[in-house]
């Protein structure tokens, strides 16, 4: 009997009754008399239980509603930035800030199928960029301003 132990794949998968009739029925009784497999199969069990109540625990965390006021917040946010673009004349933040609405606009203008759509978009990219502009400076403050970017960062 001992030789006949039914692998691991063979055991998920006479869990999920995805064997034939008859391997699953000598499964089943192997399992009845092998203590090992027995075990095996209640380790089997509790672990897709406990994927289960993991994977239900961790949409409960992020409900839709808290996700909607995430993005209800963000869109809120990018007057900001405006603010803050027209007050930092300064090189060193000046051209990474037009980078990133550059290519802001870029992608927002390529993606706008309607306003909903791109609003969703919208906030997605900005935050996208606007982290990488808290992590770091990529240009030197000495670079002047590309003057194609230049022309791109009017506010629309
Ligand atoms: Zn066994």
Redesign the pocket.
């Known amino acids: 009997?001992?030789q006949?132990?039914?692998t691991p794949d063979e055991l998920v998968d006479y869990l999920h009754e995805e064997l034939p009739a008859a391997r699953s029925a000598a499964i089943a009784a192997?399992?009845a008399g092998?203590p090992?497999?027995?075990d095996?199969r209640d380790a089997e069990v509790s672990l897709t239980q406990t994927l289960r109540a993991h994977a239900r625990a961790q949409e409960r965390e992020l409900p839709p509603s808290v996700v909607s006021g995430i993005w209800a917040q963000l869109r809120s946010r990018p007057p900001t930035v405006w603010e803050r673009l027209s007050a930092a004349l300064r090189p060193a933040i000046a051209v990474p800030v037009a980078i990133a609405i550059a290519a802001f606009l870029f992608f927002s203008i390529k993606v706008a199928h309607g306003p909903a759509h791109a609003a969703t978009i919208d906030a997605g990219y900005y935050v996208e960029n606007y982290a990488t502009l808290d992590a770091a400076t990529p240009l030197s403050a000495d670079d002047p301003i590309p003057q194609t970017l230049a022309n791109d960062v009017k506010p629309r």
Do not use: Q, R, W
């Open positions: 009997m001992s006949l132990h039914p192997h399992i092998c090992e497999c027995a095996a």
